[in-house]
């Protein structure tokens, strides 16, 4: 399978998941949740709005954008009355709209906590796609806001809908193959060839760690999931080959994580090469993934 339908199906599988009227306490015979979408990048328009549509149980309704430029189209494409776009400063008035059910966060990382708690003021579920923000504290903030106006808070990991990874998961858990004795993982891609003017993903403020949240995060969980345990400490490095591009943010991360078991497993991530892979030796042999 070809990584862009790869990503697509997984898109398409996660939407189908989260958008499940019984997580929000709704009846398989009510309405569609109705979704806004709060940043229109590509994944929103690649992958997340296209899903949305493709799902039975929900419809989109609303966007939230500072992308004046972009709303035709997207009126167009999923027919949004005019009632229905917001931007950044006034998504609080979201409050009002009763063809809002749910706030899906595609923005990128450095805001996601802000515009999920705003969301949640409003008093509407949230989506929020991976990473979850950029520091614990943050996290905290959006699960009390959550609490506090008693709706569903959602991160957007599609892998957990994944049947590849749910097999390798399931494999581990009931220790199919035996105890693992090696592990590694990364996921890297050239972000440097596809950067364009502007682009967050360049900048501490929005991206916070580069590739480390933005692709590491898959890594890191993959290794949760394959391990079934948490681990004891962590040794990482980070550095910077293209000095010119990457000025905010490392470019490479590689990390080792010990493990309650006294094994040590390898793992990296990359905006400077390709990579995408979960390698593990059990007692009975060798399991992975390639794309993970």
Known sequence: ???????????????????????FAQSRKTKKVKIAICGLGRYAENQIAPAIRESEFATLTAIITASNEKIPKWQKLYNISSKNIYNYDNLDSISNNPDIDCVYICTPTGNHAEYTIRSFQAGKHVICEKPMAPTVKDCDKMIEAAKKAKKSLQIGYRLYWDPFNISLIESMKSSKYGDWTEMSGGFSFKQGKWRGKG??????????????????VYVVQSAFYS??????????????????????IHEHWEWELEWPNGKISKHSSSYGKYENFIHLETEMGKLGLKPA
Not at 199 to 216: I, N, P, Q
């Open 227 to 248: 391990a079934q345990n948490h681990p004891l400490s962590v040794r990482a490095r980070s550095w910077t080959d293209r000095v010119e591009i990457y000025k905010e």
């Open 199 to 216: 682009d967050w993903r360049l900048t501490k403020a929005m991206s916070v760690a580069g590739s480390l949240y933005d692709l590491g």
């Open 1 to 23: 399978m070809k990584r862009r339908d790869f990503i697509k199906t997984g898109a398409l599988s996660t939407i189908s998941a989260l958008l499940l009227p019984s997580l």
